[in-house]
């Protein structure tokens, strides 16, 4: 059983059932791989991943963690060192991406000072966007745990509070009993409905 108060595990009942259907995902924060790998191991066959991260350590760690890993065959991963809001720009030409995932905040164990930013995180968003399938998702962990956390966290809920609700289906999870401020899970869909 997941604990329903740990947004990292909540997110993968979302997960969970994309994976079972998704031909394109993008880890936009792949950090030690964690993540990715949770995703690569539910992967089905032709599936294509991304590992996007802006430090090179944070990209050798998830290239060598999932080479450790026996994957369905035909999954395949492409790993781009790179700021997430360039690399969905420049470097992803797929517009039919089914889950695009953020884990927000520093590389555990590395250099805490290398941190997701509000106005990457945002032009990121604004730039995957127009590359998610229809129905796709998005999901955001964030940290307002820190100070800096919780600005991120701030300026991302404002941010994406006011997308049109005819293009976007844009949902908020917190746990609401505990204390220091807990991680959140944002979702946001393209919806389908109104194309
Ligand atoms: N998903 C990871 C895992 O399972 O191990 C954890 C991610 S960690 C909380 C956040 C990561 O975001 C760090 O590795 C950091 O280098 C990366 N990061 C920070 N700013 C970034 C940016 N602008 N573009 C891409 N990655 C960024």
Redesign the pocket.
């Known amino acids: 059983m997941i604990n329903i108060n740990n947004a990292v595990q909540f997110q993968h009942l979302i997960w969970d059932r994309i994976m079972k259907s998704a031909s394109v995902v993008v ?10 790998l949770y995703l690569a191991e539910r992967a089905q066959s032709e599936c294509h991943l991304y590992g ?4 090179e350590q ?1 990209v050798s760690a998830s290239r060598e963690l999932l080479a450790s890993k026996k994957l369905q065959s035909n999954v395949t991963i492409t790993f781009l060192h ?4 360039i690399a969905l720009h420049q470097e992803i030409k797929e517009n039919t991406i089914d889950l695009i995932i953020f ?6 164990g ?1 250099d805490h000072s ?4 509000p106005h ?1 995180t945002i032009e ?1 968003l604004n730039n995957a966007f127009p590359k998610l399938a229809k129905d796709g998702i998005i999901t955001i962990v964030a940290y307002p745990g820190t100070p800096e956390g919780m600005e991120e966290k701030e300026a991302l809920h404002k941010y994406i509070s006011q997308l049109d609700q005819a293009k976007y289906n844009v949902c908020h999870w917190h746990p609401i009993n505990q204390a220091n401020n807990p991680p959140e899970l944002y979702l946001i869909q393209n919806d389908n409905s109104h194309n």
């Open positions: 880890d936009a924060t792949c950090g030690n791989g964690h993540d990715l996007i991260d802006i430090q944070a790179n700021s997430h809001d884990n927000l905040g520093y590389l555990p590395g290398i941190i997701t930013r990457n990121a």
